[in-house]
């Protein structure tokens, strides 16, 4: 007879799996569309902070979950979980978005970070007793809880289609269930895991699912969730408001012949009517050149401005690419189809919804022009809000590809703000010197207007007619010439432009390195050696570095944590933690839990984005491979279940050997590896990325359930103790591994999981030996 117990804690965890993984997902959208694009950061660290959390609770006050009230108390667990998930996203959804980052900013932002972890803390609880009590079956027990985190990523991903707010109610009623579950799990008064079990929470548990079932309904019927403000941008003028997968679109009313579009308030794009005349930009005089007639590609279309400035210039032939479908089909073809003159639809141009540089990777054929739009507000860029954004198009190799499908007399225009045009000089002269030029300063020459500078890159030097025309249009528009062959304007672009790849030792404050694939972060300036004083510098963390304040932020509240929850509690009970026998294999222990939370996570971050890079599309490349990675970590742990505990430390030392050398060959050669492999047919490249985080993840999911099986033989709460070091480790080895891809890279990231493999390798001690009698 099949044990309920068993079944409601397998089915239990692993839709507790689900909801932590998914909910995370939907706050990571929340908080990039009501508080700003580097907030989101927070919400990526939330549950790994909740599993921290949970089992330092669990390991200081073991009597909460224990054997007679196990299944009562998780589901009582498994209710607030859900109750606390629908609260923080209706507080997320009416939080006062902070315009800076001072002492009340950072109260405000404290404030909502310490309710949205709640859930995840009583996720981590649950799954610190789980393991607690049905250690035996932890291999089992850690591929349900990876199951359900790898289908929690697939999930969310189709519940965002719904919209943030309600994709996190659906996640609400999953949590509801587990509840259930879990009730139903306490009917079974003498089953393997709480062997005197008393029966409870039943109509508890009924009543929240009941509850978030009529909130999802209630939605539906007249729509209560509903962001109340938002930065940089007035609701109240609004026209349009949807939630994306990408983004909250937002379409003011329009003024003067113009509505803005934004997109999380971080980026705006101007709707142009029919019957107004395109302002005149520097980044049409490439329309000047006799040689510009010819197929014209806009990259992050958006709007359509860039799109009607091609066809007011007599372009036949414009293909607009934009990654977000809402604005491309519910905006652009729905909302504002007759407003914008049905400019989508005309027979001149062709939209294609989706990613610019997986699009151009994917083209044999060669564009005259191709068009890189500005979309992002200089409200967020000049306050640091997009440090933390990886962009791939704005790195040496993306250029370099765009560069390539250029036809010989081609020409690359990207619009940026003034203040960032030096360091798109050294990336474009790198990206000129990637496609084989000796000299970038021929091919380039630049304007700017208002604010904003474009750059012409052309794929074979100007003619000296063409410089002339180009001067000419300048002049004639009154816009301001900022670079040319003959005339750099300032001592240091000509430096930048001649030794792009030395652009760092020109500037003491400034970061002008052109990113790379490795390190794409192009909106990121500051210097590995002024890192310091940067952040000691509050004043300008608060006024000009948000991403990077935001970063430290996780760090900090990690680090408390970990003090108040776990190594304060633990130095206060170190003789139990650290008896006289087998003296310091506790403490081991636990190092090598904090070990394996700190190669997971960083693992997780640097696989990811170097693998985007092979596959393409940002968020279905990253879903897909964080989904291989957690399900290839549940079978991993199938895999050593019948491993016994004599046996488990030399089991896990040899497997985290393995992937420590693994780890260093995908940091050595995985990035070239994938621009080799670029060109391979979609499905080829899948199975390479899958290939990848399935051997990876194989290796990396047998740990956590050895790391169990030995913990148990040393007595029941270290279980809990490692669980609470494995998720405090592994939120502050992410904003670390972050801090470290922004100076070094994503394969020195892989770098430091290697080391944190070997290090759980060498210090995992054996399991207790059993005791006679």
């Known amino acids: 007879m099949v044990s309920r117990q068993r079944v409601a804690m397998y089915g239990g965890l692993g839709l507790v799996a689900f909801g932590s993984v998914s909910l995370s997902v939907v706050l990571t959208r929340l908080y990039s569309a009501a508080l700003g694009h580097h907030l989101a950061f927070l919400a990526v660290s939330l549950a790994l902070f909740g599993v921290g959390l949970g089992g330092g609770v669990v390991a200081i006050a073991p009597g909460l979950l224990r054997q007679g009230v196990l299944f009562r108390r998780m589901s009582i667990l498994a209710g607030l979980m859900a109750a606390t998930a629908v609260v923080t996203i209706i507080k997320t959804m009416v939080a006062k978005p902070p315009q800076t980052l001072d002492t009340r900013g950072l109260m405000s932002v404290a404030g909502l970070y310490a309710i949205s972890a709640l859930p995840f803390t009583f996720a981590g609880m649950m799954v610190a007793g789980a393991l607690r009590y049905a250690r035996r079956d932890a291999p089992r027990l850690y591929f349900a809880d990876m199951a359900g985190a790898a289908l929690g990523g697939v999930g969310a991903l189709l519940l965002l289609r719904l919209g943030a707010p309600r994709a996190g109610l659906v996640v609400a009623i999953s949590l509801a269930l587990a509840g259930v579950m879990f009730a139903i799990g306490s009917l079974e008064k003498s089953g393997p895991y709480s062997p005197a079990e008393s029966p409870g929470s039943g109509w508890s548990s009924a009543a929240i699912l009941a509850s978030t079932l009529a909130l999802f309904a209630g939605d539906y019927g007249e729509q209560w969730l509903a962001v109340k403000q938002l930065r940089f941008v007035n609701l109240d003028r609004a026209q349009f408001v949807k939630w994306g997968e990408l983004a909250l679109i937002t379409v003011d009313r329009p003024v003067a012949g113009m509505a803005w579009m934004r997109m999380d308030a971080s980026a705006a794009t101007a709707v142009l009517s029919a019957k107004t005349q395109v302002p005149k930009h520097p980044a049409e005089m490439v329309y000047a050149l006799p040689s510009s007639k010819g197929p014209t590609l806009v990259i992050g279309a958006g709007g359509g401005r860039e799109v009607r400035a091609a066809l007011g210039a007599g372009q036949t032939e414009v293909v607009a690419v934009e990654i977000n479908r809402t604005i491309a089909h519910d905006v652009m073809l729905g909302k504002l189809l007759d407003y914008s003159g049905g400019l989508y639809a005309k027979p001149e141009v062709r939209l294609v919804v989706g990613d610019g540089r997986s699009f151009v990777r994917g083209e044999t054929r060669k564009y005259r022009n191709i068009v890189l739009s500005l979309v992002d507000t200089w409200s967020a860029s000049s306050v640091g809000g997009l440090s933390l954004s990886e962009d791939g198009l704005y790195t040496i190799e993306a250029f370099r590809e765009m560069l390539d499908h250029l036809d010989d007399d081609g020409v690359l225009v990207v619009n940026r703000w003034d203040a960032e045009l030096d360091r798109l000089l050294a990336l474009a002269a790198a990206g000129l010197h990637a496609s084989g030029a000796a000299d970038a300063r021929p091919h380039l020459f630049a304007c700017s207007h208002t604010g904003t500078t474009a750059l012409l890159i052309a794929k074979s030097p100007f003619a000296a007619g063409s410089l002339e025309l180009l001067r000419e249009h300048c002049e004639r528009y009154g816009f301001v010439e900022a670079f040319t062959p003959d005339d750099p304007v300032t001592p240091l672009r000509a430096a930048i432009v001649a030794e792009p790849l030395s652009a760092h030792r020109q500037v003491k404050d400034r970061d002008l390195s052109p990113p790379t694939d490795d390190r794409p972060f192009f909106f990121y300036t500051v210097p590995p050696r002024e890192l310091w004083h940067v952040l000691k510098d509050r004043p300008k963390l608060a006024k000009e570095q948000h991403g990077l304040l935001t970063v430290v932020l996780v760090l900090g509240v990690s680090a408390v944590a970990s003090l108040l929850f776990l190594l304060l509690p633990a130095a206060l009970r170190s003789r139990e933690l650290v008896r006289a026998e087998g003296r310091g294999a506790r403490a081991r222990v636990l190092l090598y839990f904090g070990a394996i939370g700190v190669g997971f996570s960083v693992v997780e971050m640097g696989l990811a984005q170097v693998l985007t890079m092979l596959l393409g599309h940002p968020l279905y490349a990253l879903s897909a491979v964080l ?111 972050m801090l470290l891809a922004m100076h070094v890279g994503y394969s020195f990231v892989l770098f430091v999981g290697a080391l944190a493999y070997f290090v759980a390798s060498a210090i995992v001690p054996p399991a207790a030996a059993p005791r006679a009698g």
């Open 627 to 737: 989904t291989s990675l957690l399900f290839a970590a549940g079978i991993g742990s199938l895999l050593v279940r019948s491993v016994p505990a004599a046996l488990a430390n030399l089991a896990a030392a040899r497997r985290a050997q393995l992937l420590a050398i693994a780890l260093v060959v995908c940091a050595v050669g995985l990035l070239p590896a994938t621009t080799a492999l670029v060109g391979l047919p979609f499905a080829a490249r899948a199975f390479v990325a899958i290939a990848v985080c399935s051997l990876l993840g194989v290796l990396m999911g047998a740990l956590a359930p050895l790391g169990v099986l030995i913990a148990s033989t040393r007595g029941g709460t270290l279980v809990a103790w490692g669980w609470g070091m494995n998720g405090f480790f592994g939120v502050t080895a992410t904003a670390l591994a």
